[in-house]
């Protein structure tokens, strides 16, 4: 039997959401029904509903930070059973792709979704934010998207696992590798990059360097392992980061703010050799003019990380372990609770820098 759910629709670029009632169809083979109990509002969201991703594909429905409980499972279905509490993944290695089958399945090409199986009321197929759509009572997923947790931790603080905490922890961990000992620049203090500071101090860096353009940001900063504050609206950041560090510059800097001007600071604010690692979604707008004798000059990498080079299989149990032993601070990086009708506020506040992440909660 069809489930009637309830959802916050982007219906048209840059217009407020709908929440608006919607069918959900059983779910398929291997595809399970999931009652969403928290879902996080990522900046990723917000770009979608204004159409800075491209104009097709709407209507969406957003949200891919979620938690829930599984309510129905399709034939086939073995990972997870009725009643489980989930964190859903926007990631779900096929197994069989080229990366897959090269041992690479964090690169996965064609990772598993449930089939189309949502429609607005008026019939019109609803498209779901990467692949999953949380900012809901109920949404249907390919059941490798499903990563059980103890439902003894609270569904607020593991949804924020499902994307945002992910991508950043997975930042410092995986795609830059950081060192003990070393230093680390973050541009762009949000959800995601306090994230990649707590990734950074986990993995034993030393210097911690914040950097954002809100006082408030940064001193939010400070609770999750920054030991440097540079306010890049009130000094140069890349000379800031060069005195904190001897004159070196860092052996990390991350961009996760999705500017040009962010990504070059984070080039050029490295060491000799340093990893660069980008982060935040652009859009099709900026472009970036570089030096390229004084790029090459300085060595090193630069990598895009997605996810946060992920195994949601293997990383969101170890993340959530990890909240559980007080090592991952989730508590300070959920700002508010909001319901389902106030998604609208929840992307105002993140405007105006008033949170770190607000989550949708549901009874
Ligand atoms: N690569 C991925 O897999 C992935 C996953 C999730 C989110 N993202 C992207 O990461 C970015 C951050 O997401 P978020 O949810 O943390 O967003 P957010 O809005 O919460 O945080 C962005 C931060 O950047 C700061 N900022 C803005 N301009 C700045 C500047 N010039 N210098 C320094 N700081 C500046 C803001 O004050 C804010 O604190 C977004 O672009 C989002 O789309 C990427
Ligand atoms: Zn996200
Ligand atoms: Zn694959």
């Given at each position: 039997m069809p489930t009637k759910a309830r959802g916050a629709i982007a219906r048209s670029p840059g217009q407020p959401v709908h929440i608006e009632e919607f069918m959900i169809d059983d779910p398929g083979a291997n595809e399970i029904l999931v009652r969403i109990l928290a879902s996080g509002v990522c900046h990723t969201d917000y770009g979608v509903k204004m159409g800075v991703y491209g104009s097709d594909g709407f209507p969406f429905l957003l949200g891919h930070e979620g938690a829930g409980i599984v309510e129905k499972t399709g034939p086939g279905v073995t990972n997870v059973s009725e009643g489980d509490h989930v964190i859903l993944a926007w990631r779900a290695p096929c197994g069989s792709c080229r990366f897959c089958r090269a041992g690479k399945p964090n690169f996965c090409s064609a990772s598993l979704n449930a089939q189309p199986r949502m429609k607005t009321m008026q019939g019109e197929q609803l498209n779901p934010v990467l692949g999953i759509g949380t900012f809901c009572t109920h949404t249907v997923v390919h059941a490798t998207q499903a990563i059980p947790y103890p439902a003894s931790l609270p569904a607020a603080q593991m949804?924020?696992?499902?994307?945002g905490v992910m991508t950043g922890v997975g930042a410092a961990l995986y795609a830059a590798g950081v060192e003990p000992g070393s230093s680390a620049a973050v541009f762009g203090c949000g959800g995601v990059g306090d994230s990649v500071i707590q990734g950074a101090r986990l993995a034993g860096a030393t210097t911690i360097i914040a950097v954002d353009i809100d006082p408030q940001k940064l001193e939010w900063a400070k609770d999750f392992g920054a030991t440097h504050l540079v306010n890049a609206a009130e000094q140069d950041a890349v000379a800031a980061i060069k005195e904190i560090t001897g004159g070196n510059g860092v052996n990390y800097s991350f961009e996760a703010v999705g500017s040009a001007k962010t990504l070059e600071q984070a080039l050029f604010c490295r060491d000799l050799a340093g990893t660069c690692v980008f982060i935040g979604v652009p859009g099709p707008g900026p472009t970036l003019e570089l030096p390229l004798q004084k790029f090459f000059d300085l060595g090193g990498n630069l990598c895009v990380s997605w996810y946060g080079n992920c195994l949601p299989t293997r990383d969101f149990p170890m993340l959530a372990q990890w909240y559980e032993q007080g090592q991952l601070n989730l508590d300070g990086v959920v700002s508010r609770k909001v319901s389902l009708e106030e998604t609208e506020d929840a992307f105002a506040a993140m405007e105006r820098g008033e949170t770190l992440r607000s989550v949708i909660v549901f009874d």
């Amino acid at each position: 039997m069809p489930t009637k759910a309830r959802g916050a629709i982007a219906r048209s670029p840059g217009q407020p959401v709908h929440i608006e009632e919607f069918m959900i169809d059983d779910p398929g083979a291997n595809e399970i029904l999931v009652r969403i109990l928290a879902s996080g509002v990522c900046h990723t969201d917000y770009g979608v509903k204004m159409g800075v991703y491209g104009s097709d594909g709407f209507p969406f429905l957003l949200g891919h930070e979620g938690a829930g409980i599984v309510e129905k499972t399709g034939p086939g279905v073995t990972n997870v059973s009725e009643g489980d509490h989930v964190i859903l993944a926007w990631r779900a290695p096929c197994g069989s792709c080229r990366f897959c089958r090269a041992g690479k399945p964090n690169f996965c090409s064609a990772s598993l979704n449930a089939q189309p199986r949502m429609k607005t009321m008026q019939g019109e197929q609803l498209n779901p934010v990467l692949g999953i759509g949380t900012f809901c009572t109920h949404t249907v997923v390919h059941a490798t998207q499903a990563i059980p947790y103890p439902a003894s931790l609270p569904a607020a603080q593991m949804s924020l696992i499902g994307c945002g905490v992910m991508t950043g922890v997975g930042a410092a961990l995986y795609a830059a590798g950081v060192e003990p000992g070393s230093s680390a620049a973050v541009f762009g203090c949000g959800g995601v990059g306090d994230s990649v500071i707590q990734g950074a101090r986990l993995a034993g860096a030393t210097t911690i360097i914040a950097v954002d353009i809100d006082p408030q940001k940064l001193e939010w900063a400070k609770d999750f392992g920054a030991t440097h504050l540079v306010n890049a609206a009130e000094q140069d950041a890349v000379a800031a980061i060069k005195e904190i560090t001897g004159g070196n510059g860092v052996n990390y800097s991350f961009e996760a703010v999705g500017s040009a001007k962010t990504l070059e600071q984070a080039l050029f604010c490295r060491d000799l050799a340093g990893t660069c690692v980008f982060i935040g979604v652009p859009g099709p707008g900026p472009t970036l003019e570089l030096p390229l004798q004084k790029f090459f000059d300085l060595g090193g990498n630069l990598c895009v990380s997605w996810y946060g080079n992920c195994l949601p299989t293997r990383d969101f149990p170890m993340l959530a372990q990890w909240y559980e032993q007080g090592q991952l601070n989730l508590d300070g990086v959920v700002s508010r609770k909001v319901s389902l009708e106030e998604t609208e506020d929840a992307f105002a506040a993140m405007e105006r820098g008033e949170t770190l992440r607000s989550v949708i909660v549901f009874d």
